[in-house]
């Protein structure tokens, strides 16, 4: 947006905004980044990018990767968004049950929340398995493009269901592939009550997911086990999984107001986020 | 030129002051407004509406309905989740060199290993007489300032256990036993204090400060501590005292966001 369209930035300094821009670079960067290929993806002079980069790692938004001149996120971004997803009462609530389906099952336990048409993972478990699922908390994902995502997708109404499509050929694009995992998720949450869906690493076991709904039957979001869990075209999940999942939307049915998501307020349609990197598994 | 370089200067720093602003909402508080800004950050209020106002462009502070402004969920871009997460001693480590840098004394971390107190880092200081730490060693929980400080995070009934398995509580420095009332007293003092200060030995006598580091479910992450020679180290002196305190704050807000590592 230019300052002629929005003249109330004009009171900006415009070393704030190449500072965020620099910021910006480094977050969505997947190896660590220079200064001078800062420069050149923001068609700034060096001078300009040192500057802005000095100021980011005095306040410990950046750090340089292992003391070389190359620089990684600081400390600073990553206590920020602990602080935002610690504003999710679900967070302190979920995490005693989810040590628990962790410990006993030895697979990756978690909460994602719904944040638009987003799902937003909050809480997790790792449990001891050597070969685990690295299901990382403040993970952002389109809500047909990961477990937790498509329990959530499933469990939305007609309507809505139909307003995210729209949201998502515009600015998602998925795959045909992609409709179709989404198409029988939400089939076999419709008929099972909880979503199994292969993993990548076995092709005869799979993973569970279940929306967690608020007394009134609104998803808020859903409770996930991620790994070799259940055999594949199983129907159903462990007990230990269902009694926590139950317990949950208990917990959620006594206090309605202090489990809503602090941006339930807003209009699914205008919360836009720029999708970090995230590592895959190959 | 040189004056281009010179605004250029100045904006850095009012961008400094927006990046500040932006950290203050690590600490425990959901939303602020001007005024606590202004009175937390010693800025002008100018300067603080104008920070404040540059975040909500941004995304990175909502507004809300008392006015007041908030984390705005486009601080989920600003992660990376290709890397890794800090740990303790992470999250320590700048705390640690600017605890030596006030104090001009050593720091160590400490954490938990089922009856033993474990240092997993240390600044040594260069002066003199210095309070060493050998990193990795085991000591029991009765037996330095830190482990007395685990002890008193624990509930009651778990120390009397530890006290029931350890004694004899045998002491190295000085050589002797540790009697349960002595344990008590100190675990007691810590508790209505907040953090331990012990004192041992003759010629000289060494003072430390040990502090509490708490996780995000209430538990104990594990415990920093700074301590020298008496003659030259007061942690309750007036000079030192609300510095120590701020700094070890500081970490707190931090270390509150983690959940404790299982040993």
Do not use: C
């Not at chain 1, 389109?142 to 515009?170: C, N, T």
Request: glycine fraction near 6%; aromatic fraction near 6%; charged fraction near 25%.
């Amino acid at each position: 947006m230019s300052d002629a369209e929005n003249p109330g930035r004009a009171v900006v300094n415009t070393s704030a905004l190449h500072v965020f821009d620099a910021l910006r670079i480094v977050a969505a960067a997947s190896e660590p980044v220079g200064a001078s290929d800062i420069a050149r993806q923001l068609g700034l002079p060096a001078s300009t990018v040192y500057r802005a980069l000095i100021t980011l790692e005095e306040s410990e938004y950046i750090d340089r990767f292992q003391s070389s001149a190359r620089y990684e996120l600081g400390a600073m971004p990553r206590l920020l968004n602990r602080a935002l997803l610690r504003r999710f009462t679900l967070q302190r609530e979920s995490a005693p049950l989810l040590r628990l389906l962790a410990e006993e099952s030895g697979e990756t336990a978690s909460v994602s929340v719904r944040l638009g048409w987003y799902s937003l993972r909050i809480a997790v478990a790792y449990g001891s398995h050597d070969f685990y699922h690295r299901d990382r908390l403040g993970e952002v994902t389109p809500l047909h493009a990961s477990l937790p995502s498509r329990v959530i997708l499933g469990a939305l109404g007609d309507s809505a269901l139909m307003q995210y499509w729209a949201f998502a050929e515009k600015y998602f694009k998925p795959t045909s592939a992609e409709r179709k995992l989404t198409h029988s998720s939400a089939q076999s949450l419709r008929r099972d009550g909880v979503v199994i869906e292969a993993i990548a690493a076995s092709s005869e076991k799979a993973a569970v997911g279940a929306p967690l709904r608020n007394g009134n039957g609104e998803v808020i979001g859903a409770l996930v086990l991620h790994g070799p869990i259940v055999k594949s075209g199983a129907t159903s999940a462990p007990a230990s999984f269902l009694s926590a999942r139950k317990s949950l939307e208990a917990s959620i049915a006594a206090a309605p107001q202090r489990f809503a998501s602090p941006f339930a307020h807003l209009n699914p349609n205008d919360i836009r986020i720029a999708l970090p990197p995230s590592p895959s598994f190959d | 030129m040189a004056s281009s370089e010179a605004t250029d200067r100045e904006h850095n720093k009012a961008t400094a002051r927006i990046l500040r602003v932006l950290s203050t909402y690590v600490s425990e508080a959901d939303d602020f407004g001007v005024s606590e800004l202004n009175q937390r950050l010693g800025m002008t209020k100018n300067m603080v509406h104008r920070a404040l106002t540059t975040l909500a462009e941004q995304g990175y502070l909502i507004r809300n309905k008392a006015g007041r402004y908030e984390l705005g969920y486009r601080i989920l871009e600003l992660q990376n989740l290709a890397q890794a997460e800090p740990d303790f001693r992470a999250l320590a480590a700048p705390f640690m060199r600017q605890l030596y840098e006030l104090t001009g004394e050593s720091v160590s971390l400490a954490v938990r290993a089922d009856d033993f107190t474990v240092f997993i880092d240390a600044v040594e200081t260069r002066k003199l007489g210095a309070w060493r730490t050998q990193i990795g060693a085991l000591r029991p929980l009765h037996a330095s300032a830190s482990g007395r400080v685990i002890l008193s995070s624990l509930p009651d009934a778990d120390v009397d256990s530890y006290i029931e398995r350890r004694s004899p509580m045998r002491l190295t420095r000085p050589t002797g036993v540790m009697k349960p009332a002595d344990l008590w007293r100190s675990i007691q003092n810590t508790r209505q204090r907040g953090y331990e200060i012990a004192r041992r030995g003759a010629n000289p006598v060494m003072v430390a400060a040990a502090f509490p580091i708490g996780d995000s479910e209430g538990g104990l992450h594990g415990v920093i501590a700074v301590g020298g020679p008496e003659e030259r180290f007061d942690p309750e002196s007036p000079r030192l005292a609300p510095t120590l305190h701020a700094l070890v704050d500081d970490l707190r807000a931090r270390t509150k966001l983690y959940a404790a590592e299982s040993a």
